[in-house]
């Protein structure tokens, strides 16, 4: 499954903690520091895709009714985001090489 | 504003609309909730945004029922269709919803207007210019704007692009090296 930006934050709100949708709504805002601000209906679309993959996998909390259903990362998301992550950082790390190189 | 969204979900296919509508509404619900603090131009914005949302996904969960892809779509940006990576490709501005939106509004009751003048003023009036609001289908009026939009949406960013303003340009003018933001 390929990873979107959306789909990252969403990964990234699950890996700290299980939420449910507006949670994750509220987390990915604030780690964009406001740029990202996603829709319900493409938080939804992103959540199918996950759960399909079986990235992610529904949460059964206490206070459980079907309008708040919570999320996890399974084992299977978490290897993918951390490999995603690996990915970024070594191309971040190839982006400021080359761009210090171009300056001097 | 619950009950347009209500509405919106039933875009949805019914499988789909079992199985996250109940969720979706309670999230709408909040953000709806949030959001009223906001002055009217915020609140407006927040509806064609959620509005946009709902009918694109909507758009989007039907398509993948017809074409029976699982995962590997790339039917749009906002979804996994694509790397986490900046591209420097044309994208359908999100503001352009909700003008959308307010054009089809307005343009569906200017016809509406016009089919009660018409219908109030005698016919031994010739039609007058090539356009007879009346004859004019919910089909061919959405056609219409539609195509409108785009067209407008894609002038609007070609502009913006000339004037080096967009986001391709903001993105290449940035300077990587100049300081790094604190973690988290």
């Given at each position: ?78 290897r993918n985001l951390q490999r995603e992550v690996t990915r970024m950082k070594h191309l971040t790390r ?8 171009k300056e001097t | 504003m619950l009950a347009l969204y209500r509405f919106l979900l039933h875009l949805y ?172």
């Amino acid at each position: 499954m390929e990873v979107s930006e959306p789909v990252l934050l969403i990964l990234l709100s699950l890996a700290e903690q299980p939420r449910h949708g507006y949670a994750i709504l509220q987390d990915t805002e604030r780690m964009s520091e406001g740029r990202v601000r996603l829709s319900t209906g493409t938080l939804y679309g992103a959540l199918a895709r996950l759960l399909e993959e079986k990235w992610i996998e529904r949460f059964k909390e206490q206070d459980h009714s079907r309008g708040k259903q919570a999320y996890r990362l399974t084992a299977a998301g978490r290897r993918n985001l951390q490999r995603e992550v690996t990915r970024m950082k070594h191309l971040t790390r190839v982006a400021a090489l080359r761009a210090a190189r171009k300056e001097t | 504003m619950l009950a347009l969204y209500r509405f919106l979900l039933h875009l949805y296919p019914a499988a789909y609309r079992y199985e996250y509508g109940e969720e979706m509404l309670e999230v709408l619900s909040q953000v709806a909730g949030e959001n009223r603090k906001g002055n009217v131009l915020a609140r407006v914005w927040f509806g064609a945004h959620e509005a946009g949302g709902l009918v694109f996904g909507a758009l989007h969960e039907h398509l993948r029922g017809i074409t029976g892809l699982h995962g590997n779509g790339r039917f749009s940006s906002m979804y996994s269709g694509g790397r986490f990576a900046m591209r420097s490709e044309f994208r359908f501005p999100k503001a352009t919803v909700g003008l959308m939106v307010a054009i089809l509004a307005a343009v569906m009751w200017t016809i509406e207007k016009a089919k009660a003048i018409s219908a109030s003023v005698p016919h031994a009036n010739p039609p007058v210019g090539p356009i007879r609001p009346e004859q004019f289908t919910i089909v061919e009026t959405l056609l219409a704007v539609l195509i409108w939009a785009i067209a407008a949406g894609a002038i609007g960013w070609a502009i913006v692009f000339a004037m080096r303003r967009s986001g391709v340009h903001h993105l290449s003018e940035m300077n990587p090296s100049a300081g790094q933001r604190s973690g988290k």
